[in-house]
């Protein structure tokens, strides 16, 4: 099972936009109703990695690498367990090209650095960082393309990824 709750108003960017969250109150301060609803989308996706951890389901959960949600108590306490693995991953080294990408551009990809919680050992070959393939550019995110922003791009799963987070889990399942 592979979860997602949605990242908005998680990253560091969000407290730009009139975010509410800081270290000392992850949750945020109780004042944007959009910041409460995305609250219950991670309480309900921990909730759900621990019933199909108990159960003995593989299970992932996925958010950006700087969301607040890792420094929630019930995710690090997560993380200090046997057989919870914390995996990182720039999007780029999976080839995450920009929207309007052409070959003739280049190798010019998109950064977008997430981590997964999961217990499935065989994710750990989603592990991978810009630093890891080669040389390439980065494109910045900001803005929109033909009325869609470029940051919406950027929360996508490039092919190669989907392909390498499929295997481990075909494997884990044949195990």
């Not at 990242?7 to 800081?22: D, E, V």
């Not at 890792?70 to 693995?85: D, H």
């Not at 393939?133 to 922003?149: F, M, N, V």
């Given at each position: 099972?592979?979860?997602a709750?949605?990242?908005?108003?998680?990253?560091?960017?969000?407290?730009?936009?009139?975010?509410?969250?800081?270290?000392?109150?992850?949750?945020?301060?109780?004042?944007?109703?959009?910041?409460?609803?995305v609250?219950?989308?991670?309480?309900?996706?921990?909730?759900?990695?621990?019933?199909?951890?108990?159960?003995?389901?593989?299970?992932?959960?996925?958010?950006?690498?700087?969301?607040?949600?890792?420094?929630?108590?019930?995710?690090?306490?997560?993380?200090?367990?046997?057989?919870?693995?914390?995996?990182?991953?720039?999007?780029?080294?999976?080839?995450?090209?920009?929207?309007?990408?052409?070959?003739?551009?280049?190798?010019?990809?998109?950064?977008?650095?997430?981590?997964?919680?999961?217990?499935?050992?065989?994710?750990?070959?989603?592990?991978?960082?810009?630093?890891d393939?080669?040389?390439?550019?980065?494109?910045?995110?900001?803005?929109?393309?033909?009325?869609?922003?470029r940051?919406?791009?950027?929360?996508?799963?490039?092919?190669?990824?989907?392909?390498?987070?499929?295997?481990?889990?075909?494997?884990?399942?044949?195990?």
């Open positions: 099972m592979h979860l709750p949605r990242c908005a108003w998680w990253t560091p960017f969000a407290n730009l936009n009139g975010g509410t969250r800081t270290f000392e109150q992850l949750g945020g301060d109780g004042s944007k109703p959009e910041e409460e609803d609250n219950r989308d991670a309480a309900i996706a921990l909730w759900l990695f621990c019933v199909a951890v108990s159960l003995g389901v593989f299970v992932s959960i996925e958010h950006p690498l700087p969301s607040k949600l890792w420094k929630l108590p019930l995710a690090l306490g997560l993380m200090g367990l046997v057989g919870i693995y914390f995996v990182e991953t720039d999007l780029c080294a999976f080839g995450h090209r920009p929207l309007e990408w052409k070959p003739s551009d280049g190798d010019i990809r998109v950064r977008g650095s997430l981590a997964l919680l999961t217990n499935n050992p065989y994710l750990a070959a989603l592990n991978k960082k810009c630093c393939c080669p040389k390439h550019a980065h494109e910045a995110t900001e803005g929109s393309i033909h009325g869609r922003s940051a919406v791009h950027k929360g996508s799963y490039p092919r190669q990824w989907c392909r390498a987070y499929a295997s481990s889990s075909r494997l884990a399942f044949l195990d």
